[in-house]
């Protein structure tokens, strides 16, 4: 009984204070700066440099290129980036080592889906992912 009672006047203690819960899906969260969500990946400033796909720890990132259609110009254009978000850690490693800074991070983190195949993101989805980009100081 006397546990009852204690428990009781916790609870008793604790009502009139304020709420931690958070209405998720109607109130979007708000993210710390610093968080690692899903990269946003812009093709127009990627050089086909394959740093990023070596440095990834999963082997997550697949990057392909083709040779540059007017000869005149060096270097390769982007042809495929994909990243397999099943087995992607989001560790910012990629985002890291690019050198013209094609990967951002940014603060989504919304990856819930009913079919793994679903994870599997393209080139222009990853450049539509303009949500919430991490600005850097």
């Not at 009781?8 to 304020?18: A, D, H, I, M, V």
């Not at 994909?82 to 094609?102: G, M, R, S, W, Y």
Request: aromatic share 8%; charged share 30%.
């Amino acid at each position: 009984m006397l546990g009852f009672t204690k428990g009781l006047g916790f609870t008793l203690k604790k009502l009139p204070e304020k709420k931690v819960t958070h209405k998720y899906p109607d109130e979007p969260f708000p993210m710390p700066s610093r968080f690692r969500g899903i990269q946003h990946f812009s093709p127009e400033k990627c050089i086909v440099c394959n740093q990023c796909v070596r440095i990834c720890p999963t082997d997550c990132i697949q990057l392909t290129g083709k040779p540059h259609p007017d000869p005149e110009r060096k270097g390769k254009i982007i042809d495929t980036y994909d990243i397999n978000f099943e087995i992607c850690i989001l560790c910012d490693l990629c985002t890291e080592v690019c050198p013209t800074e094609a990967i951002v991070m940014t603060n989504n983190f919304e990856l819930a889906v009913y079919s793994r195949d679903e994870l599997y993101k393209d080139l222009t989805w990853l450049d539509g992912n303009r949500t919430n980009i991490r600005e850097e100081n």
